[in-house]
């Protein structure tokens, strides 16, 4: 099949909404980061944020204009790019806060791998599974999805980086659902994986002493589980769930300088980045905050539909992975920072400060924005199809 | 309809099922929604618990601290205020945020100090030294503490498990924990290559700065203390390096200053921080002045009776915090209320007269004994040995010993210090094989040095080491009593004491609790050759027996003296020492202590302490009071200067002992004004009845003497205390003492004297704000302690209020240093009233006859005689003698009150060892001539010795 040309694209089709919800997301980014670390020793990061905002979204002008199918021809080079860079950051990363994620880069500066790992992995997925899209649910196919998925997962495993690992697995397990995997498979993993979780947790429990020594990640459960006992690890999410909650309904108001603010009295870590939804809680208040939680929805909803109306499932896959990243990334984030879920590290798309983030969230909008450029003719729905 | 309705259902459940797209976006929906509702039960049904709860967290009350409260004299002088002093502070104001940056930044400050000159404050109990880190604290307790404040007590449970002991860490062990702790194996330097390897003493400065800033990092409205009490110079470098140096300021704090020192320090005690058992009691003392750990407390005199309206109140102040305890939002805030000023009732010149006074006169006595000789008599007031001062010089620090090693040290230093090391490596030697041979010598047939080896690790060491379970030892059995003959070896005391279970066997460093008795007895051993050796009291011990047998010179301690630049001397003096004979040193010593350039408190003999209390008659307030030899409370001003305080410590004349409130002393003749009044009022004799005195009272075997050997003849009353005749007084106490059969009952007689000593406030404390100690009532032998032996004890300030009570016939005072308390802005005043005690009620006649003996002892009697040359200054007093060793000095009292016709003011002066009561009262004699302005302050202070004669001739 051939590519296709710039000429061929429905224009008319261009999702506008996407982009301007895109772009409204991030607004509301820079203006919290730049409230959060107003006078402190990192005012200057909005700057940047501004910065890699405007390259993020030449990128997914870019991208736009690339037709997606051609990924689907170089899924195997993807793949090898992939464990290729995150060999790289085991070998020769920067450890930060004990876990080795970054890479630094002459010029640009220090960069988490991982953030792009996720959307190249979509990607590698949706042209994998497409490649076998009828053959999906024969043992070898499952066999070979499954292997090729293990080493990157197993790689970023080991850096390590645990919260993205589970973000991935979920995003594995949405793209799967929409390449028509049969429910066959889905109820025996299910049988498996529910057990195993169990006993998991049964084991975290009983051994609490040795593997709270051992493993961070022990500690961060436990945590979740036994706030009392583990305060100094609960802290952070306490301080965020008093930020959110004493918003309020309308919130404090952003660049709040009252001393009744949780961000000013210094009582939130990260603020710019992973518990940047307290800030949004404490000064936009609910309203604020609800509203960013349904732009969000909509956002995927809406990418999902792009994905409903794609030509064919590689398209359908790109839209649903792209959607999915988005909307797992926000769920456990928010979580965290609600205090329903153990402490993880993963950024909130477009809101959190990082340039990798950015960039990537902005380059799969762009490839979600092809593919609606090359959506089908047909103008009634008929979700029969699909 | 509802077929269409169910149609639409169908359709729905029918995609649900056979899509896949629609099932995503549901979950999606459902999750999101979840989350919209998490937030609507955090925000708008919980908000305002939220926000009150983060409100709560906030509010802080932080305290600000007063100033304390000023005392100065009857004239307005200050004796105690406050200075203001630049301190060298640090604020974690968040400009350097990693390891790297605070270290680098606490080398600069290290660095900025060593330019400046000013030392670091520390809080680590370790030194540097050039070979590696040491603890410099032997306290187990305080590193304990220290190591918990450093590791958490988590930690150090954690490595307990693991079999690890951290409070057994050894210095080294600590700090490589730190060098971790604060990633000084990442540190670099500038380039950002080259890593950082500091000598011992800066990382040692870095860790200590890291440290204190870790203890505040949740109350970053604190700042870390680096350096006090800055000189000018250092405040203006500091300035000019605060730009550099984030957060570093200086900052003005008030030190408690003393501008007369030594001379009342007893009177005005000093200020520290407070510990956990001073806080407890000054909360129950006080619970409304909100004291908290780390306040500034007066501990003796003054400062500490007076606590309460020297404090003054702290301020406080509301505020916001933020998490790492900056200050956000001050919401309230009170000022803090500076303490009310003390005015004493002494006067402040007239006590530094009296102190020279009393210095000049000690100086008098010392050279009036003091002899060339190596031997003298033992007898009561023995003359001095100008060898025991040689000893003494050592032996009180006035020469240091230790700087005999330093290697620029002069000829005589090191023969000194040949002897001594020759001699000490032979002594330990002994000791150490009498000790554990089976064949020990027995004790009698040791050399007179060797036993004083032994009588040392008895009653020194062993002692003072606590190795005896108290009350274990049998005083009764055979083998403590061999001992105290000296019948056994030292060896077999131990031995014995071992088996017998005498010893404290934690004591002694062994691992094993049920050692066998032998292997016990090796271990104490070693121990106490341990503590042999690093005993500097058994160094001085190898000193004086160095010196008795002239194996050291006196011409070399001498010399020393010059050379360790003691005293200012010529180099023809010098020369002259070194080459000369004894006589030399005997002419140059004595010529020092004339000039009193070496002073009764360096050479620590008998004498070396006084005591004088001299008190207004109408009011019992105090004018004056020394206790002699002082010390510089300067030193503990805030906290205690460890160097100057083992020095104290050490110092043989016990400076920290107040001879007028805590020394008490059988009050000797000054006594026999209540014996008198006891015979009158309990009818056993008349004023005019007579007693035969002839030199000896033979109506009790054995019999006692009079001082006057010859026998005064008949004396009566006013004549009997005029001569100080004991054989008057002896009988009044033996008439007390017989019972209706005219049995002699020595109890019954004590008991009747007590009624009138009671009388006279002797039972009971003064009542001055200073510490006191109990008087004693004599309790035994009537007619002894009529005349004042016994076992009477009193303090000087009781005898000086038994003379204003005489004075003024029949008032007995509270004494009091108090005069007024002024608040510190002014506006409130309180006088402290004199207060009566009880009045004594005796009949006119009674007052008539004790105040004529009183004054007639002073023209006629037995101090006129001490008054031919030198005039008299018209009071009426009463001396006493009183003897506690046989073989030492006796002690020396002076009670009197003058003008005698119309008494103004009473004074006590006592000379503890002081060889004769006339001392006391030629020193009395002079401080009411001083106190009268019939001498200067300044002629006072250019006094010399006083001239008592003796074998260096003051006349010269």
């Given at each position: 099949?051939?590519?296709?040309?710039?000429?061929?694209?429905?224009?008319?089709?261009?999702?506008?909404?996407?982009?301007?919800?895109?772009?409204?997301?991030?607004?509301?980014?820079?203006?919290?980061?730049?409230?959060?670390?107003?006078?402190?020793?990192?005012?200057?990061?909005?700057?940047?944020?501004?910065?890699?905002?405007?390259?993020?979204?030449?990128?997914?002008?870019?991208?736009?204009?690339?037709?997606?199918?051609?990924?689907?021809?170089?899924?195997?080079?993807?793949?090898?790019?992939?464990?290729?860079?995150?060999?790289?950051?085991?070998?020769?990363?920067?450890?930060?806060?004990?876990?080795?994620?970054?890479?630094?880069?002459?010029?640009?500066?220090?960069?988490?791998?991982?953030?792009?790992?996720?959307?190249?992995?979509?990607?590698?997925?949706?042209?994998?599974?497409?490649?076998?899209?009828?053959?999906?649910?024969?043992?070898?196919?499952?066999?070979?999805?499954?292997?090729?998925?293990?080493?990157?997962?197993?790689?970023?495993?080991?850096?390590?980086?645990?919260?993205?690992?589970?973000?991935?697995?979920?995003?594995?397990?949405?793209?799967?659902?929409?390449?028509?995997?049969?429910?066959?498979?889905?109820?025996?993993?299910?049988?498996?994986?529910?057990?195993?979780?169990?006993?998991?947790?049964?084991?975290?429990?009983?051994?609490?002493?040795?593997?709270?020594?051992?493993?961070?990640?022990?500690?961060?459960?436990?945590?979740?589980?036994?706030?009392?006992?583990?305060?100094?690890?609960?802290?952070?999410?306490?301080?965020?769930?008093?930020?959110?909650?004493?918003?309020?309904?309308?919130?404090?108001?952003?660049?709040?300088?009252?001393?009744?603010?949780?961000?000013?009295?210094?009582?939130?870590?990260?603020?710019?980045?992973?518990?940047?939804?307290?800030?949004?809680?404490?000064?936009?208040?609910?309203?604020?905050?609800?509203?960013?939680?349904?732009?969000?929805?909509?956002?995927?909803?809406?990418?999902?539909?792009?994905?409903r109306r794609a030509p064919d499932m590689c398209g359908r896959l790109l839209c649903t992975g792209y959607a999915a990243l988005i909307g797992f990334q926000t769920i456990v984030n928010i979580s965290v920072a609600t205090g329903m879920m153990p402490n993880t590290g993963i950024p909130l798309p477009f809101i959190s400060f990082g340039t990798s983030s950015l960039l990537s969230a902005f380059v799969g909008l762009g490839i979600v924005l092809n593919v609606g450029l090359q959506r089908k003719k047909k103008e009634k729905d008929d979700w029969r199809v699909v | 309809m509802a077929r269409e309705f169910w149609e639409l259902i169908g359709a729905f459940f029918n995609k649900l099922v056979r899509s896949r797209l629609f099932p995503l976006a549901i979950i999606f929906t459902l999750l999101f929604g979840?989350?919209?509702?998490?937030?609507?039960?955090?925000?708008?049904?919980?908000?305002?618990?939220?926000?009150?709860?983060?409100?709560?967290?906030?509010?802080?009350?932080?305290?600000?601290?007063?100033?304390?409260?000023?005392?100065?004299?009857?004239?307005?002088?200050?004796?105690?205020?406050?200075?203001?002093?630049?301190?060298?502070?640090?604020?974690?104001?968040?400009?350097?945020?990693?390891?790297?940056?605070?270290?680098?930044?606490?080398?600069?400050?290290?660095?900025?100090?060593?330019?400046?000159?000013?030392?670091?404050?520390?809080?680590?109990?370790?030194?540097?030294?050039?070979?590696?880190?040491?603890?410099?604290?032997?306290?187990?307790?305080?590193?304990?503490?220290?190591?918990?404040?450093?590791?958490?007590?988590?930690?150090?449970?954690?490595r307990a498990n693991n079999g690890e002991d951290v409070y057994a860490w050894t210095a080294t062990q600590v700090i490589d924990y730190m060098k971790a702790k604060y990633y000084f194996d990442r540190w670099v330097e500038a380039d950002k290559k080259t890593p950082v390897n500091p000598d011992n003493e800066t990382a040692l400065a870095v860790l200590n700065i890291r440290f204190k800033l870790t203890m505040t990092a949740y109350s970053k409205y604190l700042s870390i203390s680096l350096a006090s009490d800055l000189t000018d110079e250092a405040v203006a470098a500091a300035m000019e390096a605060a730009s550099d140096i984030a957060g570093l300021t200086v900052e003005q704090n008030y030190k408690r200053v003393y501008p007369y020192g030594r001379y009342c320090a007893a009177l005005i005690g000093y200020?520290?921080?407070?510990?956990?058992?001073?806080?407890?009691?000054?909360?129950?003392?006080?619970?409304?002045?909100?004291?908290?750990?780390?306040?500034?407390?007066?501990?003796?005199?003054?400062?500490?009776?007076?606590?309460?309206?020297?404090?003054?109140?702290?301020?406080?102040?509301?505020?916001?915090?933020?998490?790492?305890?900056?200050?956000?939002?001050?919401?309230?805030?009170?000022?803090?209320?500076?303490?009310?000023?003390?005015?004493?009732?002494?006067?402040?010149?007239?006590?530094?007269?009296?102190?020279?006074?009393?210095?000049?006169?000690?100086?008098?006595?010392?050279?009036?004994?003091?002899?060339?000789?190596?031997?003298?008599?033992?007898?009561?007031?023995?003359?001095?040995?100008?060898?025991?001062?040689?000893?003494?010089?050592?032996?009180?620090?006035?020469?240091?010993?230790?700087?005999?090693?330093?290697?620029?040290?002069?000829?005589?230093?090191?023969?000194?210090?040949?002897?001594?090391?020759?001699?000490?490596?032979?002594?330990?030697?002994?000791?150490?094989?009498?000790?554990?041979?089976?064949?020990?010598?027995?004790?009698?047939?040791?050399?007179?040095?060797?036993?004083?080896?032994?009588?040392?690790?008895?009653?020194?060491?062993?002692?003072?080491?606590?190795?005896?379970?108290?009350?274990?030892?049998?005083?009764?059995?055979?083998?403590?009593?061999?001992?105290?003959?000296?019948?056994?070896?030292?060896?077999?005391?131990?031995?014995?004491?071992?088996?017998?279970?005498?010893?404290?066997?934690?004591?002694?460093?062994?691992?094993?609790?049920?050692?066998?008795?032998?292997?016990?007895?090796?271990?104490?051993?070693?121990?106490?050759?341990?503590?042999?050796?690093?005993?500097?009291?058994?160094?001085?011990?190898?000193?004086?027996?160095?010196?008795?047998?002239?194996?050291?010179?006196?011409?070399?301690?001498?010399?020393?003296?010059?050379?360790?630049?003691?005293?200012?001397?010529?180099?023809?003096?010098?020369?002259?020492?070194?080459?000369?004979?004894?006589?030399?040193?005997?002419?140059?010593?004595?010529?020092?202590?004339?000039?009193?350039?070496?002073?009764?408190?360096?050479?620590?003999?008998?004498?070396?302490?006084?005591?004088?209390?001299?008190?207004?008659?109408?009011?019992?307030?105090?004018?004056?009071?020394?206790?002699?030899?002082?010390?510089?409370?300067?030193?503990?001003?805030?906290?205690?200067?460890a160097t100057y305080y083992s020095r104290l410590i050490e110092d043989m004349s016990s400076p920290l002992y107040n001879r007028a409130t805590q020394t008490t002393i059988a009050p000797g003749s000054t006594f026999k004004m209540i014996s008198l009044i006891a015979g009158l009022q309990e009818n056993v004799i008349t004023m005019t009845e007579e007693v035969n005195c002839t030199g000896v009272y033979e109506k009790v075997t054995p019999s006692p003497s009079c001082w006057f050997l010859e026998g005064h003849g008949p004396e009566a009353a006013r004549d009997a205390i005029a001569d100080s005749c004991n054989i008057y007084f002896y009988e009044i106490g033996y008439r007390l003492s017989l019972d209706d059969q005219g049995q002699l009952n020595s109890a019954a007689g004590v008991e009747k004297l007590?009624?009138?000593?009671?009388?006279?406030?002797?039972?009971?404390?003064?009542?001055?704000?200073?510490?006191?100690?109990?008087?004693?009532?004599?309790?035994?032998?009537?007619?002894?302690?009529?005349?004042?032996?016994?076992?009477?004890?009193?303090?000087?300030?009781?005898?000086?209020?038994?003379?204003?009570?005489?004075?003024?016939?029949?008032?007995?005072?509270?004494?009091?240093?108090?005069?007024?308390?002024?608040?510190?802005?002014?506006?409130?005043?309180?006088?402290?009233?004199?207060?009566?005690?009880?009045?004594?009620?005796?009949?006119?006649?009674?007052?008539?006859?004790?105040?004529?003996?009183?004054?007639?002892?002073?023209?006629?009697?037995?101090?006129?005689?001490?008054?031919?040359?030198?005039?008299?200054?018209?009071?009426?007093?009463?001396?006493?003698?009183?003897?506690?060793?046989?073989?030492?000095?006796?002690?020396?009292?002076?009670?009197?009150?003058?003008?005698?016709?119309?008494?103004?003011?009473?004074?006590?002066?006592?000379?503890?060892?002081?060889?004769?009561?006339?001392?006391?009262?030629?020193?009395?004699?002079?401080?009411?001539?001083?106190?009268?302005?019939?001498?200067?302050?300044?002629?006072?202070?250019?006094?010399?010795?006083?001239?008592?004669?003796?074998?260096?001739?003051?006349?010269?």
């Open positions: 099949m051939s590519l296709k040309r710039l000429r061929d694209y429905r224009i008319w089709d261009y999702p506008v909404i996407l982009l301007l919800l895109a772009a409204g997301l991030s607004v509301v980014g820079v203006l919290v980061i730049r409230s959060a670390t107003i006078g402190t020793a990192d005012a200057d990061l909005y700057q940047r944020q501004i910065m890699g905002l405007s390259i993020s979204a030449g990128m997914a002008v870019i991208f736009s204009l690339v037709d997606y199918h051609l990924y689907k021809k170089l899924f195997p080079v993807i793949w090898v790019v992939i464990v290729a860079i995150l060999a790289y950051v085991l070998i020769a990363g920067v450890v930060r806060g004990g876990a080795r994620r970054w890479i630094i880069l002459p010029a640009i500066g220090q960069i988490q791998p991982s953030e792009f790992c996720k959307i190249m992995l979509v990607v590698f997925w949706a042209s994998l599974m497409s490649v076998l899209e009828r053959d999906i649910n024969k043992a070898w196919a499952v066999g070979i999805i499954v292997g090729t998925t293990a080493v990157p997962l197993f790689l970023i495993f080991r850096e390590p980086d645990i919260s993205t690992t589970i973000v991935c697995v979920l995003l594995f397990a949405a793209m799967i659902y929409t390449a028509k995997i049969s429910y066959k498979w889905i109820l025996g993993v299910l049988g498996v994986i529910v057990p195993a979780a169990g006993a998991f947790f049964w084991y975290l429990f009983a051994n609490e002493q040795e593997l709270v020594e051992k493993h961070y990640w022990a500690r961060r459960i436990l945590a979740f589980f036994r706030p009392q006992q583990y305060a100094d690890l609960y802290y952070q999410q306490e301080n965020s769930m008093m930020a959110i909650g004493s918003g309020g309904l309308a919130g404090k108001g952003l660049y709040t300088t009252t001393f009744e603010s949780v961000k000013n009295g210094n009582f939130l870590s990260e603020a710019q980045t992973d518990f940047v939804f307290a800030v949004v809680g404490e000064e936009l208040g609910f309203l604020g905050a609800a509203g960013i939680l349904c732009g969000v929805l909509l956002f995927i909803i809406l990418c999902l539909n792009v994905g | 979840g989350l919209i509702g998490r937030l609507y039960a955090m925000q708008i049904v919980n908000g305002d618990k939220y926000r009150e709860n983060y409100v709560q967290k906030t509010l802080a009350t932080l305290d600000i601290p007063s100033v304390r409260g000023n005392i100065y004299d009857s004239k307005g002088n200050l004796l105690a205020g406050n200075e203001v002093v630049y301190d060298l502070v640090f604020r974690d104001t968040g400009a350097y945020r990693t390891h790297q940056a605070k270290n680098t930044a606490a080398r600069e400050i290290w660095h900025l100090l060593q330019q400046i000159g000013e030392p670091l404050v520390t809080v680590i109990p370790i030194e540097a030294t050039p070979y590696g880190f040491v603890w410099s604290t032997d306290s187990p307790a305080r590193r304990r503490r220290f190591l918990i404040d450093l590791c958490g007590r988590t930690y150090i449970e954690r200020t520290k921080s407070a510990d956990e058992e001073e806080l407890a009691r000054l909360q129950e003392l006080y619970p409304d002045a909100g004291y908290k750990a780390g306040d500034v407390i007066g501990v003796g005199g003054i400062e500490e009776n007076m606590e309460s309206y020297l404090q003054g109140r702290k301020g406080q102040q509301t505020v916001y915090l933020d998490s790492q305890g900056q200050i956000l939002n001050v919401v309230e805030r009170t000022e803090p209320e500076m303490g009310s000023s003390v005015y004493l009732t002494i006067d402040i010149e007239k006590v530094i007269g009296t102190y020279h006074l009393m210095e000049r006169m000690l100086a008098g006595i010392i050279l009036a004994n003091l002899v060339d000789a190596d031997e003298v008599e033992e007898k009561q007031n023995p003359e001095i040995p100008i060898r025991t001062v040689l000893i003494n010089l050592i032996s009180n620090n006035v020469v240091d010993y230790e700087l005999f090693d330093r290697p620029d040290a002069s000829e005589p230093e090191k023969r000194m210090r040949e002897a001594f090391t020759a001699k000490r490596a032979e002594a330990l030697a002994v000791v150490e094989q009498e000790l554990s041979s089976p064949e020990a010598r027995p004790y009698e047939t040791l050399s007179e040095n060797e036993q004083a080896y032994f009588d040392f690790l008895y009653s020194d060491l062993l002692q003072s080491w606590g190795i005896f379970k108290s009350g274990a030892i049998d005083r009764e059995s055979e083998i403590y009593l061999a001992w105290a003959e000296r019948s056994v070896t030292l060896q077999d005391f131990l031995r014995a004491a071992i088996s017998n279970d005498w010893i404290e066997t934690s004591a002694v460093n062994t691992d094993e609790k049920y050692a066998n008795t032998d292997e016990l007895y090796d271990r104490l051993l070693a121990d106490l050759m341990g503590r042999l050796e690093e005993s500097r009291s058994f160094d001085k011990l190898l000193y004086s027996q160095l010196i008795t047998d002239h194996v050291i010179s006196g011409n070399d301690i001498t010399a020393a003296l010059l050379y360790q630049g003691v005293l200012e001397h010529t180099d023809e003096e010098l020369q002259q020492i070194q080459s000369g004979g004894r006589e030399v040193v005997f002419h140059y010593l004595s010529e020092k202590i004339r000039s009193l350039e070496l002073t009764p408190q360096q050479l620590a003999l008998d004498p070396c302490s006084a005591a004088v209390v001299m008190t207004d008659v109408k009011t019992g307030k105090v004018l004056d009071m020394i206790s002699y030899p002082g010390y510089d409370n300067n030193y503990f001003s805030g906290s205690i200067d007590r009624t009138y000593a009671e009388m006279f406030g002797f039972s009971e404390k003064t009542g001055i704000e200073l510490s006191e100690s109990t008087p004693h009532i004599s309790d035994r032998e009537a007619i002894a302690s009529a005349i004042g032996q016994g076992t009477h004890a009193y303090s000087t300030a009781a005898l000086g209020r038994y003379a204003t009570a005489i004075a003024s016939r029949g008032n007995l005072y509270r004494l009091s240093l108090l005069g007024s308390v002024e608040s510190a802005d002014g506006t409130r005043k309180e006088v402290f009233e004199p207060e009566i005690v009880r009045t004594i009620e005796l009949p006119d006649a009674i007052w008539d006859e004790v105040q004529t003996g009183m004054r007639l002892v002073m023209t006629e009697g037995s101090q006129s005689v001490n008054f031919t040359d030198i005039e008299c200054f018209p009071m009426a007093g009463k001396s006493g003698t009183s003897q506690q060793d046989l073989k030492r000095s006796e002690h020396a009292h002076f009670i009197s009150y003058a003008p005698f016709d119309n008494p103004e003011i009473s004074l006590a002066v006592t000379i503890p060892n002081g060889y004769g009561s006339s001392f006391a009262a030629l020193a009395a004699n002079e401080i009411y001539k001083f106190w009268y302005g019939a001498m200067s302050y300044d002629e006072v202070m250019s006094l010399d010795a006083f001239n008592l004669g003796g074998a260096y001739n003051l006349n010269d």
